[in-house]
Nanobody, 121 residues
Framework: VQLQASGGGLVQAGASMRLSCAASGRTFSRDTMGWFRQAPGKEREFVSGISGGSTDYADSVKGRFTISRDNAKSTIYLQMNNLKPEDTAVYYC?????????????????WGQGTLVTVSS
């Protein structure tokens, strides 16, 4: 299974950006999918997850970020609005079999390579 994340870049605070993560080598429609991020010098942290018909968000992004999936395209998205400098990080997508536990790093079986998001003030 391979995940290819894309859509990162440099934006100013307040801007919007959409990340994509395309899966290949697996039918992922029943998998839980998630987005995590890691800022320099910090641990990887949960951003958002989608499992079955449910979505989950970290408090820091709730109301600003939206996760979605297109099973026909084997792709998940992370729409990020009103970006802040503290959102600067490498963003990783991940997938794992089954449902639930979207915030747990260890429940994910496969990871993408990461895409850098930089938000300037």
């Amino acid at each position: 299974v391979q995940l290819q994340a894309s859509g990162g870049g440099l934006v100013q605070a307040g801007a919007s950006m959409r990340l994509s993560c395309a899966a290949s080598g697996r039918t992922f429609s029943r998998d839980t999918m998630g987005w995590f991020r890691q800022a320099p010098g910090k641990e990887r942290e949960f951003v958002s997850g989608i499992s079955g018909g449910s979505t989950d968000y970290a408090d820091s992004v709730k109301g600003r970020f939206t996760i979605s999936r297109d099973n026909a395209k084997s792709t998940i998205y992370l729409q990020m609005n009103n970006l802040k400098p503290e959102d600067t990080a490498v963003y990783y997508c991940a997938g794992g079999a089954g449902y639930g536990a979207t915030r747990i790093v260890g429940r994910y079986d496969y990871w993408g390579q990461g895409t850098l998001v930089t938000v300037s003030s």
